[in-house]
Nanobody, 120 residues
Framework: QVQLVELGGGLVQAGGSLRLSCAAS????????MAWYRQAPGKQRELVAA???????SYTDSVKGRFTISRDNVKNTVYLQMDSLKPEDTAVYYC??????????????WGQGTQVTVST
């Protein structure tokens, strides 16, 4: 069984920073791409940032230059450093990872979500 556990959400003023982390645990053989998504009230879940196993990042346009995704392959953890936060960044943030368990095919796993609220 694989679990993704997220930490780091909270309330911050506009212009502030938060750092999210997401640790994968369980019978993991390999982790491929990892990503962060977010879902604001009344909106669809959107991809915020992704990172390949080799460390190549990609971002949605609205967070470029403000958010940084990184990963630690030894700790099976992905991070999202969020700087210059804006009220429109308010959402529940979910981590996602494509994981291969021993003896099984790859599949996507999701974290439980963590609330990020940016006040004016």
């Amino acid at each position: 069984q694989v679990q993704l556990v997220e930490l780091g959400g909270g309330l911050v003023q506009a212009g502030g920073s938060l750092r999210l982390s997401c640790a994968a645990s369980g019978t993991i053989a390999a982790i491929n791409a990892m990503a962060w998504y977010r879902q604001a009230p009344g909106k669809q879940r959107e991809l915020v940032a992704a990172i390949t196993r080799g460390g190549s990042p990609s971002y949605t346009d609205s967070v470029k230059g403000r958010f940084t995704i990184s990963r630690d392959n030894v700790k099976n953890t992905v991070y999202l450093q969020m700087d210059s936060l804006k009220p429109e960044d308010t959402a529940v943030y979910y981590c996602n990872a494509n994981i291969m368990e021993w003896g099984k095919w790859n599949r996507d796993y999701w974290g439980q979500g963590t609330q990020v609220t940016v006040s004016t």
